[in-house]
């Protein structure tokens, strides 16, 4: 660094601010610039309710889930007024706390009922919704036992998304994949995801593609990935060493309809080496809100004829058509009030 730039930094003037208020007022001012609220509800244990005021959308510094990385997290997707799949989202997210040795401040009832509450107050119709479980805050040590309970904080974000039916470009990422007991693990741990996409934006690629230390196809960095074979079959890599996507499970169970219709051969879960997935007829990502992702180009190589496959968005079809108006046990109406 030169030494100018030490001298000015020497120089700069740190603000103190006097009071709360103070501080508030700063916060105000800055979500005030912004012409649509993102976050429209968050909801905190810390706080113990529901939040609309966007500045006070915060969590402790000392929470361990911040500096220690000890938290998990899951997903759902607000559309058309409902929440899809969120049940199945819970059970994975609690799954993922028992592996992290996170116990819930509140029983799984309780965790749903204040999802719906907070994703009804926000008034987002179309969206997603975040939530984390969190060793909760108390100090800056590595050990949780002197944090006085767990915490549990979730937010609403307002964002549009719809089928995708536009190919992209991915890269087989050089970054060390998890081992399975952190990816089995949806934790907040995702420095390695983060990296992986990195490196594929860096050569031009929309996302990188995992393949695991026995050569076998893993998963992108946070969707699953699917194929459809030369004759017809529908594989996705066993769930064994990578998050299971409550997507990708949803895809298995919705796809034997295209065998029923003469489309599809077959609907499977296996191992694929490198060579046999890049000699794949289609390939998609998999995942929430997408909920297929076409893969038209894999290290500069054509996937098939390089074009979005008819399989491929047969199979959109159907998991949209299931987010839309699928069966009630997945989609929660959500009660606004008008």
């Not at 030169?2 to 105000?28: D, I, Q, T």
């Not at 244990?45 to 529901?50: D, F, T």
């Not at 220690?68 to 799954?95: E, K, M, N, P, S």
């Not at 990708?248 to 919705?254: F, W």
Request: hydrophobic letters at 40%; one cysteine or more.
């Amino acid at each position: 660094m030169a030494s100018s730039e030490v001298e000015n930094g020497s120089e700069f003037k740190v603000h103190v601010f006097s009071s709360s208020s103070e501080l508030l007022e700063s916060l105000h001012e800055k979500w005030g610039s912004v012409k649509k609220q993102p976050y429209p509800a968050m909801y905190s244990s810390v706080y113990g309710g529901i939040i609309l005021d966007p500045a006070m959308m915060v969590i402790p510094v000392d929470d361990h889930m911040v500096h220690r990385g000890h938290g998990v997290f899951d997903t759902a997707i607000i559309l058309d007024g409902h929440l899809y799949q969120l049940d199945d989202h819970l059970d994975r997210f609690l799954r993922s706390a028992s592996k992290a040795r996170i116990a819930s401040p509140f029983p799984c009832s309780t965790l749903r009922s204040i999802l719906i509450q907070m994703a009804t107050a926000s008034k987002c119709k179309k969206g997603t919704l975040r939530y984390w479980l969190s060793a909760g805050p108390g100090n800056f040590l590595l050990s949780p036992a002197g944090c006085p309970t767990s915490a549990f904080y979730a937010v609403v974000i307002d964002e549009d998304f719809s089928q995708c039916r536009e190919g992209v470009k991915v890269i087989t990422s050089t970054i060390p994949m998890k081992s399975a007991l952190f990816a089995t693990m949806k934790n907040v741990n995702y420095l390695p995801n983060v990296l992986s996409v990195m490196e594929a934006e860096d050569q031009g690629a929309f996302a990188s593609i995992w393949i695991d230390e026995k050569g076998y196809v893993a998963e992108g960095p946070n969707v699953n990935v699917a194929f459809i074979s030369q004759d017809k079959e529908l594989i996705l890599p066993y769930f064994d060493n990578i998050l299971s996507g409550c997507t990708a499970l949803r895809l298995l169970q919705l796809a034997p309809k295209l065998i029923e219709q003469g489309r599809l051969k077959s609907v499977k879960t296996g191992n694929l080496t490198l060579v046999e997935a890049k000699g794949a007829a289609e390939m998609m990502y998999v995942g929430s809100t997408l909920p297929i992702l076409p893969i038209v180009m894999w290290d500069e190589q054509p996937i098939g004829d390089g074009k979005v496959g008819e399989l491929t968005m047969a199979l959109s079809d159907l998991l949209w058509d299931d987010m839309v108006a699928g069966p009630s046990t997945l989609r929660i109406p959500l009660p606004y009030e008008e």
